[in-house]
């Protein structure tokens, strides 16, 4: 299921900043407390596949005192993109919930 | 000798060899991110701290089998557009021969323009069962090119473009629907790799 998301998922990790691959597994790690601990390496497709859609845009960096790193960073498709991953996950959150009897009737 | 990430880092790059700026790119990528890994574990950098970093990337023959998915979406959507630039552009070419040819007098042969105008009406039917059932497989994109080079190559035939001398509005439309068509050929076999690779990547063992 978490596969399904995992593009809207990234693009949202890097709302708040471009990020190297290793930072954004992390970040996902964390902010899902945990939750989302799929292998590291499932993030390098979903970037790669998310650059080739002009969602994000990569650059090489070398820190004064660091390795070589590819850094990614949201373009205006990109946030464009995010904005409607965010609207579809809730109506979808609204309608499991009121399936499974959690909430109101949807749509209200 | 080389060490846990350098060798995953091998055996990775071995496996997206469908696509090889890819691997270089992604040598880079992941030796960075094994690096960064292993120097963040809590034992501190050693032979088992990489073997851990290794471990919570997942298996190279995976990663590689996502790429190569990706890779044969973007080469299949690659070819259905120069398959509908080749049937555009035939189809122009075609109209421009019998226009030329009501004017000086058809062929030389009887069979061509039957072959020429049936053999594009089957690639469009092809054409438009392959989009909508099977638009990730090479076969009815394979149909779809031995059909339309039967076209183009009755055409031609059936306009004597060979033998005779034709406009050279005809002729350019002619050299456009050849150079298209091969184009449509190398994007087949690309699909045709691309799909061979994924599924090598993806069995077992």
């Known amino acids: ?108 | 000798m080389a060490g846990v990430i350098d060798r995953y880092v091998a055996t990775l790059t071995r496996d997206l060899d469908f696509d090889p700026a890819l691997a270089r790119r992604m040598a880079d990528e992941v030796a960075a991110h094994l690096w960064d890994a292993a120097e963040a574990d809590p034992a501190g950098p050693s032979p088992e701290a990489e073997q851990r970093a290794v471990a919570r990337f997942g298996l190279a023959r995976e990663i590689a089998a996502q790429f190569a998915a990706d890779a044969v979406n973007r080469q299949a959507k690659r070819t259905w557009i120069a398959l509908l630039a080749t049937v555009a552009v035939t189809f122009v070419a075609m109209r421009l021969r019998v226009m030329w040819l009501s004017d000086v007098g058809d062929s030389l042969s009887m069979l061509a323009p039957l072959i020429d105008r049936y053999a594009f009406i089957a690639a469009m039917a092809v054409g438009a069962i392959g989009w909508f059932a099977f638009r990730r497989s090479v076969l009815p994109l394979a149909i779809c090119l031995g059909t339309l080079a039967g076209s183009i190559a009755a055409g031609i035939v059936r306009a004597g473009l060979f033998v005779e001398g034709a406009p050279l509005h005809v002729l350019l439309a002619a050299a456009g629907e050849i150079a298209l068509i091969g184009l449509l050929l190398c994007h087949v076999v690309g699909l045709g790799r691309f799909l061979r690779r994924t599924a090598l990547l993806r069995r077992p063992g």
């Open chain 1, 1 to 108: 299921m978490l596969k399904g998301h995992l593009d809207a998922i990234v693009l949202a990790v890097l709302e708040s900043g471009p990020a190297h691959g290793y930072a954004i597994i992390e970040a996902i790690r964390s902010r899902s407390g945990g939750t989302f601990d799929l292998p590291e390496g499932t993030i390098y497709p979903a970037l790669h596949r998310l650059e080739q859609a002009a969602l994000l845009s990569s650059t090489w960096t070398t820190p004064p005192n660091g390795r070589r790193r590819r850094v990614y960073a949201l373009t205006r498709n990109g946030s464009a993109r995010l904005a409607e991953g965010r609207k579809a996950w809730s109506r979808f959150a609204k309608a499991v919930d009121s399936s499974l009897g959690g909430g109101r009737a949807w749509p209200a």
